[in-house]
């Protein structure tokens, strides 16, 4: 077997041993953020978070619920655990509390904090608009429906849930100070303390229906790309003297080390984007006017059925925007139709792709005319992670997975589309034409073409002239190439149209 075989076992070994044996692992200086990825391969990999929640990344989202919590009114007689990690202070949660408006249970773990000092006092994780605050909260959750315990989801790509809670110096806050009044009990790192339990929902914002929404990663070694992010639009506060609590009283030290250090400044930079959309579930105000809009998924429906079975002329005449993915994909020119476009890769994958399945219950409408639950939609980012992690750690991508790539890719694409997490893919078109009328698909794909020329324009002369808006956006920031040089798959790419 070839040594390329072994290379994802090799990585799940290198985080195994650093895990029992304890890396050490800090913030800053030698073993700081620079130094995780040595230990903790992940950590260097894509789709990490935390990340700058600016307007260039949002979509709004109308399908988004509003997050619902139960059983998070605890009773005083429930006592929770208080404790000094070395890397933060966490409160562990019953798994009774879970959230319900997401497609699987995903039952409360723990919550814990990261924030700055008293030097400086901004140390959140998330940004916005790259503004960080002085602190933020995450009330971590597991998939209880599909794994048992924290310890077995948080490697898998839907495994964790994440609350994110923006906290900003201001007011007095009664409900963190139920748990920081407890504090001096775990100055040093592996001390702990019960409390007794309170509300965890007062410790959140007012509203629960506005945030952000997208896949990242643990901010924290060993960084698996697990976490479903929501991230609260809207900042809690606490006041000036329970901030410096958190960020004077307490040490990342055991009491027994004759040196000791402080535990402050404890959160990670911002990670690249690397094309990541970001949802949010509203559409205005602290200067995102301009977010734009994902197709809605009965859109996304009609569109799919219409390339399928539908007119293609009549979808020529459209809005290609609804369609198109970015503009930073060339449409190739070598090829005169879609129908007859070569692929390069095996027939056999090919037909394989075209006969599978998922493919047949899309082509007779069961996927596409169907709302099937919500749980079967694939997160095509973390699959696409997968693949290029993978291809990063070997330098080098050889048939077999070329082969597998472009035979699953189609299908992973649509359902990914369906559930409004990429874009439709120019390839998975092609597939979805596959056998249609050779002049309607010649007629499309000059549609295409012209599209693409007409915005590829419209993109060169509105940068051309600063501080140019469309819909209060600024096209400049949509245009820009990807951040991300290890990623250079043109099949998910970042959504530029309105809806």
């Known amino acids: 077997m070839h040594f390329r075989s072994f290379t994802p076992i ?20 030698p073993e700081g953020q620079h130094y995780w990825p040595k230990q903790y391969p992940y950590c260097g990999g894509a789709f990490q978070s935390p990340i700058d929640l600016k307007p260039g990344l949002l979509r709004f989202d109308p399908t988004l619920r509003p997050i619902e919590i139960q059983n998070c009114n605890l009773s005083p007689n429930e ?35 990261h924030w700055g000092s008293s030097a400086r006092v901004e140390g959140s994780e998330h940004t916005v608009n790259s503004k960080q605050y002085a602190a933020e909260m995450h009330v971590v959750h597991f998939n209880s429906d599909k794994y048992a315990t924290m310890s077995m989801a948080v490697d898998k790509s839907d495994g964790l849930a994440v609350l994110g809670v923006l906290i900003e110096v201001g007011e007095f806050n009664p409900a963190f100070e139920k748990f920081l009044r407890f504090i001096n009990g775990i100055k040093y790192k592996n001390q702990k303390v019960q409390v007794p339990g309170f509300n965890i929902r007062e410790l959140l914002p007012a509203r629960l229906d506005e945030y952000y929404r997208y896949d990242g990663s643990l901010t924290t070694p060993p960084c698996y790309p697990s976490v479903l992010w929501t991230v609260f639009r809207n900042h809690v506060t606490i006041s000036r003297t329970q901030f410096l609590a958190l960020a004077t009283s307490l040490y990342s030290s055991n009491v027994q080390d004759s040196a000791l250090v ?28 301009g977010s734009l809009t994902v197709a809605s998924p009965l859109r996304r429906k009609q569109i799919v059925q219409q390339l399928m079975v539908g007119d293609l002329a009549d979808l020529a005449d459209e809005g290609l925007y609804q369609l198109l993915p970015s503009g ?3 449409v190739p020119s070598k090829k005169k139709d879609f129908k007859n476009q070569e692929i390069e890769t095996p027939a056999k994958s090919k037909q394989q792709t075209l006969n599978s399945p998922l493919w047949r219950k899309s082509q007779t409408d069961g996927l ?37 790539r472009d035979a699953a890719f189609p299908e992973l694409n649509l359902k990914s589309y369906l559930g409004c997490k990429s874009d439709l893919a120019l390839p998975t078109i092609r597939h979805i ?24 324009t419209s993109t060169a002369i509105k940068k051309s002239v600063p501080g140019t808006k469309y819909g209060g956006f600024n096209t400049a920031t949509v245009s820009r190439k990807p951040q991300s040089q290890g990623h250079p798959h043109p099949w998910l790419l970042p959504m530029e149209w309105e809806d």
């Open 262 to 289: 402080s535990l402050n400044v404890n959160y990670r930079r911002t990670q690249p984007p690397d094309n990541r959309v970001v949802l949010t579930s509203f559409k205005q105000g602290n200067g995102l006017q």
């Open 368 to 404: 596409v005319g169907k709302s099937g639950p919500a749980e079967d939609t694939l997160c095509f980012v973390s699959l696409e992670q997968r693949v290029t992690l993978q291809q990063k750690q070997i330098h080098a991508e050889d048939q077999l997975v070329q082969a597998l």
């Open 328 to 330: 930073s994909e060339k």
């Open 433 to 456: 034409l596959h056998g249609r009328p050779t002049d309607e698909a010649n007629e499309l794909e000059h549609s295409l073409k012209r599209a693409f020329d007409k915005r590829k």
């Open 79 to 113: 006592q929770l655990t208080l404790g000094n990690n070395g890397h933060s202070v966490q409160i562990s949660l019953p798994s009774e509390m879970h959230i319900s408006s997401l497609p699987h249970r995903y039952s409360a773990a723990q919550l814990h904090l």
């Open 10 to 29: 090799v990585l799940v070994l290198m985080t195994l041993l650093a895990l029992l044996h304890g890396a050490r692992r800090t913030y800053s200086g």
